[in-house]
């Protein structure tokens, strides 16, 4: 029966969809490209699929099983998550009531994979042999092939729309240049420190440094700062090098910790590329954006440039001892 088919590769394209989409987050440098593209091709292998869907959906929903209203409310989860994701590209809306439209679309993605993986319980779609016949491989590269010219198409609209959407980083972020329009952006709950940068001291493997210390250096880097939230700025950074400060040669990783308990672990390899900001853009850093000093963590996403510092210190754990997204 050709619903089954239909309703595997539905099944396979959401939770692929799910993989890409969180991993679009751990993203920083162009060579993680090629997971935001799969993941837009991956939503179009859905859209590509929806018409088959709903027929068999009619079909389903008129037999009226148990499981109905969950079904109903996958549909809705899945057209929510499609239709915010395309806000989210085209950059045409930012927010959604009082929530941005990514949190908008991490939300209801969660919700459609959770609901799918339900549903699949629910009404098993079993595998055959024959799922892997060569006219199985010939339709689904068929399906792909569609989803992939469909990507194609939209974005040569986006182009030619003049949209923001049309210039976004390899990350799907969309570009804001005036520094003053940067957003104060919180992982998830901390909230913006206002310290006095007269007495803030950031204790740098066991030496105490003010911020005038760490603004003498001069340092300076221009770097990216791009936010999982959907939106990136490259500013002048001016401060000073980690490498300045820790003793060559010791320990595997450095942790960078903010008064507020928020923290990211570096390889100590990169320490030649981290700079501790006192500056943006020739201007002190204002409180909101991590002032009076922040990390700047050039080819990181934004979740790696750790606000407010009070401490870095190094040890011989490995870089990846902790969890791959902020926790707190
Ligand atoms: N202490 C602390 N630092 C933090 C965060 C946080 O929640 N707490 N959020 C991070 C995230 S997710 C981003 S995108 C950047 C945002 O920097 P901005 O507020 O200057 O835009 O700060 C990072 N540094
Ligand atoms: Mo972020």
Known sequence: MAGRRTNLALLWAAVLALVTGVS?????TPAGRWVIVAHGVL?????????HKSAIAARGIQRRRSGRLLSIG???????TLASGVALVTGQLEDIGPFTTMQ????FGLLAVSLTLIHTLQRPVPHRATDFSRRNFVLTGGVVAAAGGLWLVFEGVLDASGWRGGHRRFTGSHEISDPSDIPYTQWINDSVQHLDPGTHRVEVAGTSLSIRDLA????RVEATLDCTGGWFTTQSWKGTRMDRLLEAGEGSSIVVRSVTGYWRRFPIEHANRLLL???????????GNGGPVRLVAPGRRGYWWVKWVVSVQVDDRP???QPPLPIA
Do not use: K, N, R, Y
């Not at 939503?43 to 018409?51: A, F, G, K, W």
């Not at 996958?74 to 929510?80: E, Q, T």
């Not at 908008?104 to 939300?107: E, G, L, P």
């Not at 900001?277 to 409180?287: F, I, K, N, R, W």
């Open 24 to 28: 679009a987050f751990l993203v920083g």
């Open 43 to 51: 939503s179009l292998v859905i859209v590509v699929l929806v018409p």
């Open 74 to 80: 996958l549909g809705v989860a899945m057209v929510a």
């Open 104 to 107: 908008i679309h991490v939300a």
């Open 216 to 219: 003498a250096t001069g340092d």
């Open 277 to 287: 900001a006192t500056e943006m853009a020739d201007q002190p850093l204002p409180d």
């Open 319 to 321: 870089p990846w001892w």
